[in-house]
Structures are given as C-alpha cells and as structure tokens.
C-alpha cells in the first residue's frame, strides 16, 4: 500500500492517523503541506524518525523545496522523490490511499 | 500502466489541482495511461469557463484542457456535485464533460490504480 | 445507470474521516457509496477518526437549515452494502459507544481496521 | 449595531456560507443592521449564477439573494478572487456585486462589528 | 474578545491554539465541527473542562442538536447559545476572531 | 482605490496561521494587506501556528508551476506596513529560528501575541 499524506502534522490528524493505520513496511509519501513532517528539529520529529524505521517514507521534493526547505533538514531515513518517482510509486504498489 | 485520477477540491484554493496535473504530466511522460480523471466534490470547480487568473499565474482551467487535447485525457465533472456548485452540461471549460459518479467506479474497476487529490 | 459486465469484482472501500454537516464530504460520499451499489463491487464502508460521528443517532438539522442524511446509512442494506465497520479506538477517544450508532456496524480495533485497508484494491477517500 | 460580515468559503462544501445566513438572519430579527456581506477566497462561489442545488435541499445562493432584496443587505463579491474562480462582472447570481478588496477594509472600518466565517 | 472555533478538536489545532492565545475571562464560542470539543467524556474533555474555568465558554445549539448530541453530555461550565445568542455575543464584545 | 477619509483608525489584525502553497490563504491574505495601505489604518500581520512557514528563506516553486509570491513580504515596508509579529513558540515546535526568515520581523512570546491579538479592533483570519 502506498499511502499519501498532504497535510501538515503541526495542523491536523491526517498524518498520526496514517502512521496508527499503516501496516508495517508500507510506503508512505509525503505530498504538498505534509512535507513538513519530514523535517528534523521540530516538535513531531522524533514521531517521524521512529516512522522512517517501520515504514518506507519519502518526501516530494518540488514541494519541499517550494517551501524553502533543503534536503539537509530531513529526518534521517527519509528519501526525496519528484513527480516521476510519485508516479514510479503508484506503479510499484497496487493500492493508493489518501489521508487528507 | 492504466491510471485513474480522482480530484476533490476546486482549483487554486487547495493545491489538489496543482498536484494532480503535476502527477498527470509526469505519468504520460514515462508512458503510463491516464485513463480517466474524475473531479467530485469542489473539485468540479476545475472545470469553470469563465474563469480569468492573473496573467502572472498558472492557469490551471486551460491545463487541464491541453492535457484533455494533447493527450486524449478523459475528464469527467460529476453531475450532481457540479449543479450544487454552478457547473452544468454544455456550459464549462473546453475539455471537459459531464457524466455521472459511476464514471469514478468504473475508473476504479477499469484502471490498475486509482490515485485521489483532496484537501 | 450502467451496471458493469465486464465480471471484474474489486475490494472497494470508501475511508470516512470526516464529520458531518461541517463539510459536506460525508453527504457526497454517501452518494458514491449508492452508485456502487450498482456495479456489483465488494463495498466496504470504514469511519474512523471523525468520521464515526457520522453515525451517530439522534441528528436534528431544523435549525440548521440542511438536510438530515442520516437516515440514508439505515438505507444502505437495501441496496447490499453491508460491510460497514467502526474503529472502536476512534469511538472510545470521542466517548461514543456502540448504543450511540445508528445503524448496526461491525467493530474493528485501529489494528484490525489497518489490516483491512491494506487488503483493499480500491480506496477513496474525502 | 452595523454588522460587517466575511464569508471565506464556498457554499455546500463547507458550513460557513449556512453559518454566515443564519446568523445574519439572527442579527436582521434582532433588529441589527447587516451592513454588508464581503466573499472572499472560495467564498466567491456563493454568487455562482448557475447552480441548481437537489430540491430536497436548501439553496444557498437563493438564500443570499433574498437577503439583499429583503433586507437591502450589500453583498460583494472580490473581483479578484472571482476572477481566478470563474465569477465575473454581470454574470452573478441575483443580489451580489463585484468590487475590490477596499470594500472589505471599509466594511471592517465602518461597522462596529466584522465577523469572519471559514474553514 | 470573542474567539469562535469552528474545527473539531480531534482533528485540527484551531481550538488548542485559541486557548493557548486568548486572554483569561474572554469568551469562545463554539460552532460547526468545533462543538465536539463541547462533549464530556471525550479524549479532549479534561482541557475543555479547565478551560471553563478561565474563559466564558459557549457552545451553538443548532450545530450540536444538527450532530445528535445533546445538552447532557456537555463538559460541566459550558452554555448553550442559539443564532440569537450568537449574535448577541457578538453585539457584547467589541472584537471577534475567527479560529479557523 | 479610494482612499478613506472619515479620519477613523483603527487596529487591524491579519493573523497568519496556515501554511503557504498547500492553500491558497497566505497569498490571497497578502492582497488584502496590500489594500488595507491605502486606507491609513494600524495593520499588524501576525505569524502563528504553520503561518510562521510563510517568511521561510528561500522558497523556490519552479517545480510546482506554483507563483513565489514570497518576495511580497519585503516588499511590505514600501506600503508603510512595517508591524510583523512572529510567536516564538511557533517558530521553535517547527524547528525554525529567526535566522530562517526573509523579513525583518519582531519576535513574541505566545502570551505576548495573546495580549496583542486582544488590543486589536478588528481581527482578520483565514
């Protein structure tokens, strides 16, 4: 299953809801505000770090850098990928699933 | 591979619209197929034709468009949620056309994935 | 409406996080929820997060001004759509228990409800 | 007391358009003046001229328009936001104006009171 | 100042960031998707409840009767208001501010 | 734009509390600062909450086809609008510091921003 979580962890529950559902070893992408998950330093970093060691997580690159936001911020163990590795995402898991 | 695309909020509001179209362009170009891209709730709101954004933006309306003429795509705007919100047969942004919600099941049955846009 | 022939029966589940009347993702879900009834799927119905508040009995929206769509989930067996399951989790956290709903549903714990939605061919979500 | 009001999202997909008529309705028994509704964001959409909601359901631009007729209650629509959207000049549902963000700035000067609903 | 909050506070921030801003003895009013956090014996009902006590906390009639809840379940120190009530809070205050 | 000239000035709040791009709101918030010059009246942006990512350094949205419209922040000093309140607390939860914005700004604690936002007359939010 791939899920895609575009909200911000800061402002809602899409995300904590995603992670409390997904089954080990899922793949999650982070999408538009819910970039923000992803970043070291901040107050749902570590929720995020502990993720990244029970799921795939990756971010979308053109969101993040449109949030100035660089690749040095991340929490460890998350990749970045751009609108191609999205679709490269959808192709390798069966099902999508969206957490708005 | 068969694509479906489900957007659910109007454009320039939410950046469903933008994301999606993103993912679309990005799909055709590695080859894939976007089969059907269904727009429901505010998201029938992408097919408004008399909208005018500012000429230093992108204009969302007429990229959906040349994604329907360049590349075949489907775009389908819900009836119901399009009367709700002022979008009706015969009256919306080329490209586009009106059909009913079991156009989005039969995406959902037709297509290897089904991908959803939403706030 | 067109029912498919093509024999192909998917897992569809239609994920209810939201609750009602602040937005109208609940309402038009229902919709789509009705529509595939016709094409012969395998409909399930989750509510979890706010979306178990969706079910809950008791909905008066005269002061409101809307229409009250509540009775359309006590409607949905009509139709063949039976599977509808609840996060118990998601109740306890909003303190509603099972004599709340409106309609009988299964109970799954978040584990159970994961483990489902993981199993699904089709997922849409509002 | 002269009341100003802001309206930040569209009708249906939101409750803030159901929120704002019924509390203007409140303020007009009441004997308040509603001294004018500004749209802004989605909140344009409310002047949507060709929407047909269900009819088992309320219609909120209706609902709008009596209240400019019955009440004289000003309702303006941002020119801007409209024309990114698709809600222009002389083609809004009946009882709503275009106009700048200037009339929004006003409305928060002049009135005693400004109240916002949103998403 | 009269603060309104419209979200559910199981599933964004608007409600905590309103009590975590507004000044002791303001009022708040809740309305929408925010009369949730109005229900006793919820996961959010122990900060509803300390709430009440600092601020003036009110929860609209109609959206609560609209999602099948009544007044029985409310969190103790909250009042019910109607349109009329809502308006008149808005006619006592001379400042509103939306949580949105 | 007409200017106002019934003399009255009041204190105008612009409160920012949501994240740029993802919405539409920071961006169309700014249009309304813009007009809000032309009527002489003592405008405050507020930053709280995901509003703070707004004055981000370095936003770039080539990839998304998305207008920056970042630079418009410094360009606020042009239109006399030169009161930017930023809450410290915000800043810190989303691990950012001053050094990451593009603005000038002034820095205040929750309580401070608090006790601001309740000086105010007219409180403007999305």
């Known amino acids: 299953m791939l899920h895609t979580v575009n909200k911000s962890p800061f402002e809602k529950n899409a995300l904590e809801s995603c992670l409390s559902h997904a089954v080990e070893g899922a793949s999650i992408l982070l999408i538009e505000d819910g970039v923000y998950a992803a970043l070291g330093g901040t107050s749902t970093a570590a929720r995020m770090a502990e993720a990244a060691k029970r799921f795939k997580v990756f971010v979308l690159g053109p969101d993040l850098a449109a949030r100035g936001m660089d690749a040095g911020r991340l929490v460890e163990g998350v990749g970045i990928v751009d609108y191609e590795g999205f679709v490269d995402l959808v192709a390798e898991h069966p099902t999508s699933q969206a957490w708005l | 591979m068969k694509i479906g695309i489900l ?44 909208a005018e954004p500012p000429t230093d933006d992108r204009n969302l309306f007429k990229q959906w468009g040349e994604l329907a003429e360049k590349h075949g795509v489907d775009l389908v705007v819900c009836v119901a949620a399009g009367l709700r919100r002022g979008i009706r047969e015969g009256d919306t942004a080329p490209g586009f056309r009106i059909s009913g919600l079991g156009q989005l099941i039969e995406a959902g049955i037709q297509c290897d994935r089904l991908v959803t846009f939403g706030d | 409406m067109d029912e498919m022939e093509s024999g192909v029966v998917k897992k569809f589940m239609f994920v209810n996080r939201k609750a009602p009347y602040g937005t109208i993702y609940a309402l038009e879900v229902l919709e789509m929820v009705l529509i595939s009834a016709a ?19 008791g909905q008066d929206t005269k002061a409101l001004g809307q229409k009250n769509f509540s009775p359309t989930y006590r409607a949905l067996d009509g139709y063949d759509i039976e599977k509808l399951y609840v996060e118990a989790e998601s109740m306890a956290e909003r303190g509603l228990t099972e004599a709340d709903l ?16 993981n199993e699904m061919d089709v997922v849409l979500t509002a």
């Open chain 2, 7 to 50: 957007v659910n909020e109007g454009p320039y509001n939410h950046q469903a619209s933008d994301t999606a179209l993103n993912f679309c362009k990005a799909a055709l170009a590695k080859g894939h197929t976007i089969w059907r891209v269904f727009f429901y709730y505010d998201g029938v709101l992408n097919a408004a034709p008399r």
């Open chain 3, 102 to 117: 409106l309609v009988p549903v299964e109970v799954l714990s978040r584990a159970d409800m994961g483990a489902l939605m």
């Open chain 3, 39 to 57: 094409f012969d799927q395998d409909v399930h119905l989750a509510f979890v997060d706010d979306g178990v508040f969706q079910l809950k009995k």
